[in-house]
């Protein structure tokens, strides 16, 4: 039976393990996040591995895993001798958050109020409260309180978490 495997690869192989494994006519999954970080001054947009040093493949267990253990670049398939499948719902969840070949993970919504942390920037570790959102959905307007000072500031809503 034809199921989903993860494919443990080594590190920074996942894009040579797929076309590899593509080439020999196996489907497989190599989802890619793309994020917003703050790098050398800058945000930037980052595109990377969704689960770095893993790629999924679909085949049928007992015709096919002997080549795939044996694919340049491969550590293993998870589960060793007895591999375990992943089910299509998660492939399909992955892939429906899948938009031009990269996963786009979404900030968490946000109420009027609450209190965030910004986790990166040169801002980063100062703690607000969130007041709204700007025209477009990835900047926020923030209060935040200095000594003796309280500020309204516009940061990136990937940089912020709620705060505990």
Same mark, same amino acid.
């Given at each position: 039976?034809?199921?989903?495997?993860?494919?443990?690869?080594?590190?920074?192989?996942?894009?040579?393990?797929?076309?590899?494994?593509?080439?020999?006519?196996?489907?497989?999954?190599?989802?890619?996040?793309?994020?917003?970080?703050?790098?050398?001054?800058?945000?930037?947009?980052?595109?990377?591995?969704?689960?770095?040093?893993?790629?999924?493949?679909?085949?049928?267990?007992?015709?096919?895993?002997?080549?795939?253990?044996?694919?340049?670049?491969?550590?293993?398939?998870?589960?060793?001798?007895?591999?375990?499948?992943?089910?299509?719902?998660?492939?399909?969840?992955?892939?429906?958050?899948? %938009?031009?070949?990269?996963?786009?993970?979404?900030?968490?919504?946000?109420?009027?109020?609450?209190?965030?942390?910004?986790?990166?920037?040169?801002?980063?570790?100062?703690?607000?409260?969130?007041?709204?959102?700007?025209?477009?959905?990835?900047?926020?307007?923030?209060?935040?309180?200095?000594?003796?000072?309280?500020?309204?500031?516009?940061?990136?809503?990937?940089?912020?978490? %709620?705060?505990?």
């Amino acid at each position: 039976m034809i199921q989903w495997y993860a494919i443990y690869t080594k590190p920074k192989s996942e894009g040579l393990v797929a076309d590899s494994l593509s080439r020999a006519g196996i489907e497989v999954f190599n989802p890619h996040l793309k994020q917003r970080r703050y790098l050398q001054g800058h945000y930037r947009d980052i595109i990377r591995p969704l689960f770095p040093s893993y790629i999924f493949a679909r085949f049928e267990h007992i015709n096919t895993s002997w080549m795939i253990r044996y694919t340049r670049g491969v550590k293993k398939i998870v589960g060793g001798d007895s591999p375990w499948p992943v089910s299509d719902d998660i492939i399909d969840l992955i892939k429906s958050n899948e %938009k031009d070949g990269v996963v786009t993970l979404r900030s968490p919504k946000l109420i009027c109020g609450d209190k965030v942390v910004i986790k990166d920037g040169p801002l980063q570790g100062l703690i607000g409260i969130f007041e709204r959102e700007t025209k477009g959905d990835e900047r926020v307007v923030l209060l935040l309180n200095a000594v003796e000072y309280q500020a309204r500031v516009i940061v990136y809503n990937s940089s912020l978490a %709620k705060a505990s």
